[in-house]
Structures are given as C-alpha cells and as structure tokens.
C-alpha cells in the first residue's frame, strides 16, 4: 500500500477565505444586535474556544452576551444559519486542480486523512463538500476537542487509517505549528505555499504547487530536518 497523506484544509487544500469570514461576522451582529467590530472582534480572540469547545449556536450566545446583547431564539438561528453557509461557501470553493490532485493520489493507491482546526459549521458542511468522498478519515478539532499541534490529533488520524504516524505524510501551509507537531510524531512533512506563505521560516521540503505533490511521492525522496517552527495561526 502506498503511503497515507494526510492533508491540513486551509491554506492548503483551499483557501482560507479570512476577509469573507470576517463580513458574514459583521453581518451577523446586525441579524443579533451587537456591535460588528466588536463581535468580529470577539470571533479573533475567541478563536481556540471555537475550535476545540463551542458550536455556531453557542458561541453566537455567549459572544453577544459579552457584547451586552440578549439576542431570541430566532435571531441566534438566523445568525447561525448565516455562519453555516458561509461553511458551505467556503469548502465548494476548492478548485478542479485540487481535486485532480487528490483523485491522482487515490489512483495511486494513497489513502487520504484530513486535520483540520476547523469550528463546526465547517465540521457540518463536510459531508456534502466535493472534498468528502475523496478522503478516507476526516479529523476536525470540534469534534474530537484537541487541535494542531497536540500529538493526539496526529496520531488519532494515523490510527483511523489504520497504520502509526511515521508511515503517513503530513502536508500542510504550517499555520497553528502543526508542521514541527506533524513531524514530532513522526510524520514525513511537506509545507504547501500555493495559497498562503504561512510558515517560511520551515526547513524541510515546500511545494509551490499540489500539483507536484504526486510525481513527488512517487520517487524517493530525502526528508529534511526542519529549521524552524511558525505558531501563527489561522482565523476561523
């Protein structure tokens, strides 16, 4: 069997759509009565709760109620199909390259994991994106309460393929220090800089493209040690 790649979403398989994030947030505090700068605001500093912690639903609640608001039911439900849709938007816009890309790999007999510090409404979206049906094992940090760069996502992935982490590849832009994590579990890691430069201080093999992805593992290839680790991490 070939090796398992385990694929990090934004940034690397799409793009991360963080300005769009931020307007449907805005557009939400008009729907439940706050301030927009301060509830987008709120989402940023916020940002591990919403990973690992709270749904839409909940965190509209609580955000408001810091922010003075006392929104009813039917505003919170407005608010958080608003959010959900935005889940949608932003996991269809994964481009036909991408999906070739992915397919290619399949045809090669490469099992597909995804990581992903995602909050739910991206969670939820998952199942009916083009995305879902090519991959094998989906891991989202809202789901299962941890993130990058914590071991224990790294190896549950790897253990829901079926195999250790040191027989999988890691591929990822770095943001939220998942690269040095991948590679502290013993994870092969490739750093993608085709839709953010995230983490430029990392040593180890970079693809511009994942479209070389492929021929890449197909040929063997000389792991390098990294230089440097990025703890940045990713709005959502």
Request: hydrophobic share 40%; glycine share 10%.
């Amino acid at each position: 069997m070939s090796r398992p790649v385990i694929f990090d979403l934004f940034h690397t398989l799409i793009h991360g759509a963080d300005e769009e994030r931020d307007r449907v947030v805005g557009e939400m505090a008009v729907m439940i009565g706050v301030d927009p700068a301060g509830l987008v605001a709120a989402y940023h500093s916020t940002w591990r709760d919403r990973l690992v912690q709270w749904d839409v639903e909940e965190t509209i609640r609580i955000l408001a109620g810091r922010l003075g608001g006392t929104p009813s039911n039917e505003q919170v439900t407005r608010a958080g199909e608003h959010r959900l849709a935005l889940g949608r938007r932003v996991l269809d816009s994964v481009s036909s390259a991408t999906l070739d890309v992915l397919d290619a790999l399949r045809g090669d007999g490469h099992p597909l994991g995804l990581i992903s510090n995602a909050t739910s409404d991206t969670a939820q979206a998952w199942p009916h994106s083009p995305l879902a049906q090519r991959f094998d094992v989906a891991v989202f940090s809202c789901d299962v309460g941890l993130a990058k760069p914590d071991p224990a996502i790294y190896h549950l992935a790897a253990e829901r393929l079926g195999v250790g982490p040191a027989d999988c590849v890691f591929v990822g832009d770095g943001a939220d220090g998942e690269l040095a994590g991948a590679a502290a579990v013993g994870l092969t890691v490739f750093r993608t800089t085709e839709h953010n430069d995230t983490d430029p201080s990392w040593g180890g093999p970079a693809l511009a493209t994942l479209g070389d992805l492929p021929a890449m593992l197909r040929e063997p290839f000389e792991v390098m040690e990294p230089s440097g680790a990025h703890t940045g991490h990713k709005t959502a």
